[in-house]
């Protein structure tokens, strides 16, 4: 503005900051007012600066003003740094944490600007909720340029990769919002591995389990599956009862690790003993790497894991035993009970359980054609022939005279389909109403006493003879 009395020229205008400012004029009449402008951009803090005006009067006077400008740059700005149980994890995996175990977060929110922020907030993404620790150390409810503030959250670790967010926001002296966020990782590990063990290819968990002859050879199969979510290394298997499982095959890629989701294979043998055995796998793995599709580098845990097993067989000895008996007599040999001849014959057959497993399908014949029929014995009437149980069985028929032998025959079929049998043979002599006592015929011993005797003893001898013709000699 030109205050004085005389029009003024050469008007120039200086700004110390910037230099020379153009003006749309360069003459000034008494009492006029122009407006020269131009622009910069703002930069942070205190900013001052002074425009300076000068002119010429008529005389060539030089005259000049000077006028003082000052602005404060707003640099607002907000930063967040989170970390999980004390690793600034930015980048997967992040540190390994067993899962159910407790998670730590920490929120370390800093004003890196000029000028105080209000409202400050910090929120995380998955839902856990960040409480304010300590760090207004003035307590004005600013977070001051330079002021650092500390929220915590904690939770239990869940398995697999897990990558949560903390977003920290404030409002500037210009009532603009900054906001900051920041990323922290953990591999959550859950580390498992199962073993299921198979006698003779039956899960036998539970005894009796298999059945098995003795003698018979056994077959053990181990299956061995990682069903954690990391590998496994120094895979070790091993049997309560002394057989050596070895490996078969599972490592599909061939690196000594048992990968998730693997199942390796083993296999031993043996040969079945008698009675009921049991034997309990043990398998045991060290924890190796997490493995994830972003993780950006693996490395040992060290952790073991181990999981167990029972198998069962019994090992069972098949008998069956047969006694056959002609009148009550257990006549094995010739020539056996005498019986005369037309009287009736009674067989008994005793078939014994004489194992210590069940044999079905009894089936007892004679090579005679006699039919023995059943009697009794199978007290819990399940038709099995159990250990140690007793049946019995009868035949009947006429004695036939001379000797007369009939066998006994018992078969059935064992709890793995093997079929198990015994014989036993009886004898009887058919004898007629002659006298039997020497063998030699009634005319023949009164020819005999006759010689000897005269004819009176003759007379007498067949005379005793006849009263004992039914006695046994």
Do not use: M
Not at 328 to 336: L, N, T
Not at 441 to 449: H, K, N, V
């Amino acid at each position: 503005t030109n205050g004085g009395n005389v029009p003024l020229q050469d008007v120039t205008l200086v700004d110390d900051q910037i230099g020379v400012v153009a003006c749309p004029t360069t003459v000034i009449a008494v009492g006029e007012t122009i407006t020269c402008e131009t622009t910069g951009t703002v930069t942070a803090g205190l900013y001052a600066n002074i425009g300076t005006a000068t002119g010429l009067s008529s005389a060539e006077a030089l005259v000049e003003a000077t006028d003082p400008s000052h602005y404060f740059g707003v640099d607002a700005s907000i930063d967040i740094e989170k970390a999980t149980n004390g690793d600034d994890a930015d980048v997967p995996t992040g540190p390994d944490i067993e899962v159910g175990a407790p998670v730590v977060w920490t929120y370390v929110v800093t004003n890196p600007g000029n000028v105080p922020l209000a409202n400050v907030t910090v929120t995380d993404d998955q839902g856990v909720v960040p409480v304010f620790i300590d760090g207004d150390v003035n307590g004005d409810a600013l977070l001051d340029p330079g002021e650092i503030w500390i929220y915590e959250a904690s939770g239990t670790a869940v398995a697999g990769q897990y990558v949560n967010s903390g977003t920290a926001t404030g409002v500037d002296p210009l009532e603009l919002v900054v906001e900051a966020t920041d990323p922290s990782h953990y591999f959550g590990i859950d580390a498992s591995i199962d073993i299921e063990k198979a006698t003779n290819a039956e899960d036998a968990d539970a005894a009796p389990g298999v059945q098995i002859a003795v003698g018979e050879q056994v077959t053990w199969t181990y299956i061995v599956t990682n069903t954690g979510n990391v590998a496994l290394s120094d895979i070790v298997l091993v049997d309560d009862q002394g057989v050596a499982p070895s490996f078969i095959d599972g490592d599909v890629n061939d690196d000594g690790l048992l990968d998730i989701g693997e199942t390796w294979t083993y296999e031993a043998t043996g040969f079945a003993i008698t009675g009921q055995y049991t034997n309990l796998a043990t398998v045991t793995g060290v924890v190796t790497a997490p493995e994830d599709a972003t993780a950006a580098t693996t490395f040992a845990i060290g952790d073991t894991v181990s999981d167990q097993d029972l198998s069962n067989y019994f090992g069972f000895v098949a008998g069956i035993d047969v006694e056959k008996s002609t009148n009550g007599v257990d006549a094995d040999v010739a020539p056996g009970v005498e019986i005369p001849s037309g009287d009736t014959v009674t067989w008994i057959y005793v078939v014994t359980n004489v194992g210590d497993s069940a044999i079905a399908d009894i089936v007892l014949v004679d090579d005679q054609g006699e039919v023995p029929v059943f009697i009794g014995g199978d007290t819990n009437g399940d038709t099995i022939l159990d250990p140690d149980e007793i049946w019995t069985f009868e035949a009947g028929g006429t004695a036939k005279e001379g000797q007369y032998t009939n066998v006994a025959t018992v078969t059935g079929i064992d709890v793995v389909g093997g079929t198990v049998a015994d014989v036993d043979p009886s004898n009887y002599t058919g004898v007629s109403d002659g006298l039997p006592a020497t063998g030699i015929e009634a005319g023949a011993l009164a020819l005999i006493a006759l010689i000897l005797l005269g004819g009176g003893a003759v007379l007498l001898g067949i005379t005793r003879s006849r009263s004992r013709k039914k006695e046994k000699p």
